[in-house]
DNA sequence: CCTCTACATACGTCCAATATATGGAACAAG
DNA sequence: CTTGTTCCATATATTGGACGTATGTAGAGG
């Protein structure tokens, strides 16, 4: 049984006339009356009584015409809706972020945006770190994220750049350094670090250790963390010092002050990764319209 | 769209495998490509997404695979529907009868017995004159129909003999006849006749008038109604009396007593009637069954 | 780098859906 | 009763499309 059985069934049912339901098919009456007849073969009996003016269902004819017109809407309802999803005007996305993207006003409003925008798409939301979403998205766990850069190649993702914000110190708020107005890298060159630990911080940890080396000296970590929040806090409790991206200075964590540091500063880039195959799903397309969007418009 | 196309993706979302899905199918890989891409192409949108080991669903074949399988099992379950009405163990059955046939004690017993056999099979009842239950038979409004024989030829009906049942005279209880044991049809050549009208009683009323004939009279008739429980009221109120089925004793008219009738009696018919064309449909076919076996049982 | 795996593509084949032509049954009209 | 008309079935031809075979191609793994 195949839908245009059903399809040619409805039609002879509802003109109860084989010539005008082929009519309207575009076929001719005998291969109408043939897969008709196929139809009636395959299930055991016959759906139409044969009068001499036109042709009367069947009692099994009559409940099938019933059930084929609804067979017929829910096929159709279910092309509709895959072509609905292929369209992204509904469907769902797995969208990772790290815990800093948080902080700047960006990605909240990327967020805000994509659900007023597309409102029957379930965005659902994890936060993680940058290696762990990396490793989501290759095992199809997370469809995009924001991260920090990939220590590996990532040359099975698709990476976009989103933002290149400027770093800053984080100092205990009673440091000696709070008092400046801008802080150079080698000011900090004795001082203890609170660091991502490379793994976690990723391309962001790169940077800041790059940075140091080239004002000269190796930073000394006493601390690891694999959130920014954390070390924040722990800059607070005075263990150290920290260098942060610009937008945490959003935190206000009592006990920590922030500082700019004299060009060249380290640059904290975020970047949006997704499989390199579903760059052209339609959600994963939106989303990334819609960041490149909001981010040129800041 | 075909059924098929929901079928062969079904196979290959749930094998992840088109080499595999194929073999599952009983085809090979490559036509099972084209009806996927087919597919696909339809939809206006990639269904899997091709891995160097296999396949893996985009989020709208995810969608329609849920669809997909329930419209698969939605169609097989119809098609199973109509095979059961086909077996006669479902559907429906609009039974006619006239007045008189609820006194003989095998209708009410054929009513019985297939409601019980056929318990899924919804009997309906419409209890009319024959000439109306004969119409309703033709434009399909009523399935079969206990009637008396009919007037016109009944080309395109089927016609059963179900009973054969001698007929009795019906007598007002003071009436002179009531004291004998069994009555002459010419001892009521002189007597008020209250019958069936010609075209209600149809062939019963041919008998009568016909049996009389034979006797040797014309019978005069004073009252006609289109119901034997009419009749038998009428009888009953000193009106006249009549020439009625020896099942209408059954009733038990206060003021009317029956009365056998002497050899050669007028025979009562009774007939099953249906569209010559619904003769093998299932419901049809277990009715005349039933009613063959408990007519030659009783 | 080569091989293996697995899906895509190219092309030929064959079946089945369709078109054309004809038959036959049931009415209606004459 | 005959004739014409209507309408579905049957017969035969045709064609499109589903399928099979052979081959290409891209990625993963040794």
Redesign the interface.
Known sequence: ????HLRYFVAVAEERHFTRAAQRLGINQPPLSQQIRQLET????D?F?R?PRGV?L???GE??LE??R??LR??E???E???R??RGEQ??IRLGLINSASFHPLIPRVIREFRRRYSNVTLSLEERTTPSLAAAVRR?TVDAAFVRPLLDGGEDLHVEAVLDEPMVVALPSGHALAARAQVSLLALSLEPFVLFSRPVGAGLHEEIIRACREAGFSPRVVQEASQVSSIVNLVASGLGVSIVPASMQQMHTEGVIYRPIRRPAPKARLQLICRE??RD???IRNLLALTRELATRA
């Open positions: 049984m195949e839908l245009r395959e299930l055991g009996t759906l009584r009068l009367a069947t009692e099994a409940g099938l059930d084929a609804r067979l829910d096929a309802l279910a092309a809706r895959v072509r999803v292929a469907g769902r199809d195959a579903d799903a339609p959600q």
